[in-house]
C-alpha cells in the first residue's frame, strides 16, 4: 500500500447562512470520504509493519536458538 494516496481533509465548521444546505451537506460527505480513505490507509499501513515486526521478530528467536545450541555444542 502506498501511503502517496492521503487525501487532504478539512472538517468545516457549522454552514455559513448563506451556505446551501445540500452543498454543505455534499462537501461534509465528501470529507467524511477522505478521512475513511486516510483511516483505511494508515491501517494498512500499521498491519504491514505488524507483519514485518512478527516476521523479524520470529527471525530474531530462530537466530537465538541457533546460537544457544551452537554454544551449547561448543560447550562440551
Given at each position: 500500500?502506498?501511503?502517496?494516496?492521503?487525501?487532504?481533509?478539512?472538517?468545516?465548521?457549522?454552514?455559513?447562512?448563506d451556505?446551501?444546505?445540500?452543498?454543505?451537506?455534499?462537501?461534509?460527505?465528501?470529507n467524511?470520504?477522505?478521512?475513511?480513505?486516510?483511516?483505511?490507509?494508515?491501517?494498512?499501513?500499521?498491519?504491514?509493519?505488524?507483519?514485518?515486526?512478527?516476521?523479524?521478530?520470529?527471525?530474531?528467536?530462530?537466530?537465538?536458538?541457533?546460537?544457544?545450541?551452537?554454544?551449547?555444542?561448543?560447550?562440551?
Amino acid at each position: 500500500m502506498d501511503m502517496r494516496a492521503l487525501y487532504y481533509v478539512y472538517l468545516p465548521s457549522e454552514r455559513g447562512n448563506d451556505e446551501d444546505a445540500q452543498k454543505h451537506d455534499e462537501f461534509v460527505k465528501a470529507n467524511e470520504n477522505c478521512l475513511n480513505q486516510n483511516f483505511s490507509l494508515v491501517a494498512g499501513k500499521v498491519y504491514e509493519f505488524e507483519a514485518r515486526l512478527a516476521m523479524l521478530e520470529q527471525a530474531l528467536e530462530r537466530a537465538n536458538a541457533a546460537l544457544s545450541a551452537l554454544s551449547a555444542e561448543q560447550a562440551q
